[in-house]
């Protein structure tokens, strides 16, 4: 097969897979392709759904990008072919030293739901680590002891390396379907939603069961469960026990947070958004109603630390990817004007 329709497959199931909500949320997850001693990967902050329209794959010198990424750097921009306003993505490094030569990263929802509660879905396991170079370290140390094709990321996603993008996507998606859990709350009836100052209805067939299930405000109230919620969300979500309590519950969130919640849930209410969320904010709010959707009345769920959730808001790589984020959001904003 030449590379030329190795590249165009990276690029098409690139786009069908960043379509599945239930797989990508927005700028969340990666793909790449090694080409003899070339790597070419998606670009940071791009959304993987627009794989086909948009240019995104930033061609780099793999024999660079390993030792870079071996002496644990996390921006591989020195390794990058040519000129190029785009940044690899963080998760770069451990693409390049995966072996396989397709590699696609993605945030299935139903085995992130399973590895909240604790199991590993029969494959090997990478316990929760920073996404980017402690991530990459990580793998580098499976890969010591044998490079798996398949591996689960503990509150995070999963990783598939095979030899095409056809292949990788094909597991990606049989290992996401095989391991769904059943959808645990009914949607709720909608009624009339309070017009809250700041926030706007978040827009979600289960946004309203979400805000009638006792068991949902643990899961999203405790602690951020991946980074993705941490980076465009903030943090986990606000929850509030009635619309007169709400100020209070804003403060309570912005004095452990250091911020106003992106995400918001009054109690037996309903569930909005910040009005000025990116539309990658809106993504990931969509994913926290499907995860909690999939966890089981009463079930114990591992959440990050406060110490990652610290880590995670200030890093400069991620702001480089929320930035992107922001301006997709203008420019979708502007296109619909
Ligand atoms: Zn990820």
């Not at 329709?5 to 997850?29: M, N, P, T, Y």
């Not at 070419?40 to 390993?66: N, P, Q, Y």
């Not at 090997?124 to 044998?146: D, S």
């Not at 958004?273 to 499907?290: C, N, V």
Request: aromatic share 2%; glycine share 8%; charged share 20%.
């Amino acid at each position: 097969m030449s590379q030329l329709s190795l590249i165009s497959d990276l690029r098409r199931v690139s786009a069908e897979l960043g379509r599945d909500r239930l797989l990508v949320q927005g700028g969340g997850g990666n793909a790449s392709l090694k080409c003899g001693k070339r790597l070419h990967v998606k670009a940071s902050g791009h959304w993987l759904c627009d794989a086909e329209t948009i240019d995104m794959f930033v061609e780099l010198d793999l024999t660079k990008a390993r030792k870079l990424a071996s002496n644990g750097e996390e921006n591989l921009s020195k390794a990058v072919r040519g000129e190029s306003e785009l940044r690899p993505s963080i998760e770069t490094a451990m693409h390049a030293l995966m072996p396989q030569p397709c590699v696609i990263h993605t945030h299935p929802v139903s085995l992130i739901a399973r590895s909240l509660l604790g199991e590993d879905a029969g494959l090997p396991v990478i316990e929760y680590c920073q996404p980017g170079a402690p991530l990459a370290a990580a793998m580098a140390g499976r890969i010591a002891t044998g490079a798996p094709d398949v591996v689960l990321l503990a509150n995070h996603g999963l990783v598939v390396g095979a030899e095409t993008p056809d292949e990788a996507a094909r597991m990606t998606r049989e290992l996401a379907f095989e391991h769904e859990l059943p959808v645990h709350i009914r949607p709720a009836g909608v009624a009339p939603l309070p017009k809250l100052s700041g926030f706007v209805p978040l827009a979600h067939p289960l946004a309203n069961a979400v805000a009638c299930s006792p068991d949902s405000w643990r899961v999203l109230g405790e602690g951020a469960l991946v980074p993705d919620q941490v980076v465009y969300l903030g943090g986990p979500a606000c929850i509030a026990d009635s619309v007169e309590s709400m100020p209070e519950a804003l403060r309570a969130y912005a004095r452990r947070t250091g911020m106003r919640p992106a995400l918001l849930i009054v109690q037996h209410t309903g569930t909005w958004i910040s009005e000025t969320a990116s539309r990658g904010a809106l993504a990931m709010a969509q994913m926290m109603m499907d995860l909690a959707a999939r966890i089981p009345e009463g079930a114990a769920i591992s959440t990050l630390s406060e110490e990652d959730e610290m880590a995670l808001r200030g890093w400069d790589a991620e702001a480089h990817r929320q930035a992107v984020d922001q301006a997709r959001t203008a420019s979708k904003k502007e296109a619909a004007a």
